[in-house]
């Protein structure tokens, strides 16, 4: 679950640059919503939902709510007499020069995905590595930013690429195929090969003939897809696809995902299956032309990459930060590599041994590794403020393309010598500004339970700590996703006119470990929002801001947050935005991608999970004559992840209960989805709105 996207740039711009006249609305102006008599029933448990009808989205009633609550933000917001500044230097700050993200190294060639701001999508290229020419492979810039590229598959050899594309940020994929060399697209279309609820996955065969991949039942005449149920299919080059034979998952799992890895020659493969989004995967290899599982879901693991003709698989069965082990051709498990003290986030292979990315909280770290678990050394990258994005990598080489970025570090490419332990800078980004004033800090704050929660805050160097400085507090805590610190890029419009940037590293993702992950998840989600507050409350207590200047901003899972915030502590925060966020826990799985959540938020089919869920259900814990803070809702209709109307119900119900004269204020896009793949125009809107809204209601000072 990721960040949210919109999709009318050009009116969401102006909307966030003063254009229209109206000021911030008392409760009493906000669009009339009408209430039901809808009641569900819960073991015993009446709980009144007077919003279902909300849900409809295709209704005329609805449609028409939902362009009266447009209208009404979008002259709130054009009130915002900040939003012409910062809509310009969001965009200015955000035209940099062009990144590169997504390395992968096949054979004798680097592929890797190019952004050229302010072009909408990013193109695919290819270059012979380490030094050859680029050569644009792909590129959906013809298309107005509405189609993007989703993942994409080298052959063995570098010969061909498979890559994916959907439109109007609805996920779902659709692949096809590149030869690289004659820049031409071979008629092989897979269609519904996942995305949305269910990611893509695709392996070469090692002859490069064909391609495994997953894909939903193929739906029948008119009918939509149905997100459910995926498989492996085998496809052979040249073939209609509709008639791809199903070779490993059929009735494996409703809620079925896969992530498929071969050797750099193909001749080896693996599938990591997973039932849901939050549990552990089981690890299958091909043996000849049949799929065997080597390791149940009771391994608990989280990853896996292929070194040589071994699977390392790291496992979190009794080593909570995670363990290697060795999975040989024929099945055989042997032990690599101990628990050490980082939470492995991934592995690399490199000649003969490989590479752990580690994580220790916000701290993170590279170590190499012979063939035999042995420690070799620590790759030389700064000491902290940073996280490593991705390695490209094989067992052919000696040398590897390590990715990364930090709080005032954009992208940076250098090359690891494996031999000599050196690095060589191969790529950065330039950005418009400096960022060399700008420092990062890492206070701790204790959470309810005792747990030490660390927070990073980034800031002028200049800043001191009176109290009142503007300050966002930024939080996710969920599906093992670690919040790593990423380059702040745009936000530094914020930052330069004094305002303060705040990371809270709460539960839920994986920092520390699985068990991190476990101790925010089903029921003991509560301790996530618990180690925000007590995150907020340091910022408060430690003189960095005061409530009437702090901020909180949450996107998907972090929307579910941010709504327990607003419910359980509303007088903590002056503002709010929450994008694409699940806010009615209760019918959370009632959305196709809500079953997938299951195994990560719990189900109301079972007494104790919905007695968890009913208590924090942020929908269901609004109060009448509450003082909310002012608060800014934004979705997108084409939202695979999370329902629409999870927006819709929470800002009707919210309206009609807050007593402050604050804003709140829903945005509703159309065309656009849960942000994957958003065009820049887009992401440059949404930094937009959210820095006009928190610096109208929070107060930020002029460029300092």
Not at 189 to 209: I, M, V
Not at 675 to 703: K, W
Request: hydrophobic share 40%.
């Amino acid at each position: 679950m990721r960040i949210s996207g919109v999709s009318l740039p050009v009116l969401l711009l102006a909307t966030a640059v003063g254009c229209r006249g109206a000021r911030p609305s008392s409760n009493g102006s906000f669009p009339a919503t009408r209430k039901s008599a809808d009641v569900t029933t819960f073991f015993g448990v009446n709980v009144p939902d007077p919003y279902r009808w909300l849900e409809d989205g295709g209704s005329t009633e609805v449609q028409q709510w939902i362009d009266a609550q447009n209208a009404h933000a979008e002259g709130v917001l054009g009130g915002m007499a900040e939003g012409s500044a910062i809509s310009k230097r969001v965009e200015a700050l955000a035209t940099t020069s062009p990144d590169r993200s997504s390395p992968l190294i096949s054979g004798s060639t680097l592929f890797y995905l190019r952004e050229t701001p302010p072009a909408p999508q990013p193109v695919l290229v290819a270059q012979a590595w380490p030094s050859g020419a680029e050569r644009t492979v792909v590129d959906v810039n013809d298309a107005g930013g509405n189609v993007a590229i989703t993942d994409y598959w080298p052959s063995p050899s570098g010969r061909y690429v498979a890559y994916g594309t959907a439109e109007g940020g609805s996920e779902l994929t659709t692949i096809r195929v590149r030869d690289v060399g004659s820049a031409t697209t071979l008629p092989d279309a897979l269609r519904y090969a996942g995305g949305g609820t269910s990611p893509q996955a695709l392996a070469w065969d090692a002859d490069e003939k064909g391609v495994t991949y997953a894909r939903y039942p193929l739906p029948s005449g008119n009918a939509a897809v149905t997100a459910f149920d995926v498989a492996l299919y085998h496809h052979k080059l040249g073939t209609a696809a509709e008639s791809d034979p199903v070779v490993f998952g059929q009735n494996y799992s409703k809620i079925a995902e896969y992530r498929l890895m071969t050797s750099a020659d193909g001749r080896h493969a693996a599938a990591l299956a997973n039932k849901g989004d939050g549990g552990p995967a089981e690890v299958f290899i091909r043996i000849r032309d049949t799929w065997q599982r080597v390791l149940d879901a009771h391994a608990g693991v989280t990853t896996a990459a292929y070194a040589g003709d071994r699977l390392l698989v790291v496992t979190t069965d009794n080593a909570p930060r995670g363990r290697i082990v060795a999975i040989a051709p024929d099945g055989t498990v042997t032990e690599l590599l101990k628990e050490g003290d980082t939470a492995i986030q991934f592995i690399a292979a490199i000649g003969s041994g490989f590479l752990v990315v580690g994580s220790s909280g916000p701290v993170w770290r590279v170590d190499h590794y012979d063939a035999k678990g042995e420690h070799v050394r620590q790759v030389p990258l700064p000491a902290d403020g940073f996280h490593v994005r991705e390695i490209a990598s094989a067992s052919s080489s000696d040398d590897a393309l390590v990715a990364y970025a930090g709080w005032t570090i954009p992208t940076r490419w250098v090359r690891y010598d494996g031999r000599a332990g050196r690095l060589t800078p191969v790529f950065e980004v330039k950005p418009p500004a400096d960022y060399s004033h700008v420092v990062a800090t890492v206070i701790e704050t204790t959470s309810k339970d005792g747990t030490k929660i660390p927070v990073s805050v980034v800031a002028l160097d200049s800043i001191g700590k009176n109290g009142d400085a503007p300050t966002i507090l930024y939080g996710y805590g969920g599906f093992q996703n670690p919040l790593a610190p990423s380059f702040i890029g745009a936000n530094l419009a914020w930052v330069e006119r004094g305002g303060v940037l705040a990371y809270a590293h709460v539960r839920g993702g994986n920092e520390f470990g699985e068990r991190w992950h476990q101790d925010g998840m089903l029921t003991r989600k509560q301790h996530v929002f618990d180690d925000f507050f007590a995150a907020a409350q340091a910022l408060v207590a430690q003189g960095w801001t005061s409530s009437a200047r702090l901020g909180a901003r949450g996107e998907s899972n972090g929307g579910l947050l941010m709504g327990a915030q607003i419910t359980q502590h509303p007088e903590m925060y002056r503002a709010v935005v929450s994008f694409v966020g699940i806010y009615d826990s209760l019918r959370h799985q009632t959305f196709p991608n809500g079953a997938f959540n299951v195994t990560e938020y719990g189900t109301t089919d079972d007494p104790e999970q919905f007695a968890a869920l009913y208590a924090y259900s942020p929908l269901h814990r609004v109060k009448a004559g509450s003082p909310y803070p002012a608060i800014l809702l934004e979705t997108g209709v084409n939202d695979p992840r999370v329902a629409p109307w999870q927006s819709r119900k929470f800002a009707a119900a919210l309206q009609a209960a807050s007593s402050s004269d604050r804003p709140i204020l829903l945005l509703t896009r159309t065309g656009a989805g849960h942000g994957i793949g958003a065009p820049f125009s887009q992401r440059v809107g949404n930094a937009a709105v959210a820095l006009t809204f928190f610096a109208h209601e929070l107060g930020l000072g002029p460029v300092r």
